[in-house]
């Protein structure tokens, strides 16, 4: 299994809040999707990689 934390990754979820407060990776920090762009500069660090994910149940 990977650990990112001691691969010094970000995991960013980009679901809506409810969908996040049900059920989310631990330590992922929520960016929901239609803010991403105002939220990401000011909540990731730029010289870490950042792991985006969404759970999609289709």
Do not use: K, N, W
Not at 9 to 35: F, K, N, T
Request: hydrophobic share 50%.
């Amino acid at each position: 299994m990977l650990h990112l934390q001691d691969e010094r990754a970000q995991v960013a979820d980009v679901l809506p809040a409810p969908e996040y407060r049900a059920a989310h990776i631990r330590g992922a920090i929520h960016l929901p999707l239609a803010m991403i762009f105002r939220q990401a500069p000011a909540r990731l660090t730029r010289e870490l990689t950042v792991i985006v994910y969404c759970r999609d149940s289709l």
